[in-house]
């Protein structure tokens, strides 16, 4: 049975002959599985089938456990480094006062310097929906409150059903 990781170690590799690399890394050429296997227990290490791809597979005499440990802390340390972008939502409608207006173009700045993408919708009911340039109005409004140069319009303008809504970017990266 193959390892979770779908590495194959000692027994579980099942081919005639193998591409042997030892411990420190040096090419010990094409050998039997059986000798590259006595080979490992003697210095009590474990084969491990690295390329298995290759012709004949690559395999590696090192001590398993602590291979794994590395394998998993390097995927750890680049989960660490991944940063998880969010999508913030502003909704409104078109008839918005200014005050509000001021408000909602605040929190877009703020969402703005955290570093997240953040959606403007406007949000048309009844009869509004026969005057879909005031959306672009408010859209145009927000844009002009908003410090020049802290964002980039990833995606412009543009109706979706009842909604109107455009996308913004962080340019602080």
Do not use: W
Request: aromatic share 4%; hydrophobic share 35%; charged share 35%.
């Amino acid at each position: 049975m193959a390892d979770v990781k779908g590495l194959r170690i000692n027994e579980q590799i099942r081919v005639r002959e193998v591409r042997l690399i030892d411990e420190e890394g040096g090419q010990n050429g094409i050998i039997p599985t059986r000798e590259a296997l006595e080979i490992a227990k003697d210095r009590d290490l474990d084969l491990v089938e690295v390329s298995p791809n290759a012709n004949p597979p690559v395999c590696k005499i090192l001590d398993y456990g602590k291979y794994r440990f590395e394998q998993e802390k390097r995927l750890r340390d680049s989960r660490k480094n991944q940063k998880v972008l969010k999508i913030k939502e502003i909704r409104m409608q078109p008839k918005i006062g200014s005050g509000d207006l001021d408000t909602k173009a605040k929190h877009v700045q703020e969402f703005l310097n955290e570093g997240d993408k953040v959606k403007v919708t406007i949000r048309f009911r009844g009869r509004e929906l026969a005057h879909t340039e005031l959306g672009y109005d408010v859209l145009n409004e927000v844009l002009k409150r908003l410090q020049e140069g802290s964002y980039a319009i990833e995606k412009p303008a543009a109706m979706e059903g009842r909604f109107m809504s455009m996308t913004l970017n962080s340019k602080a990266k």
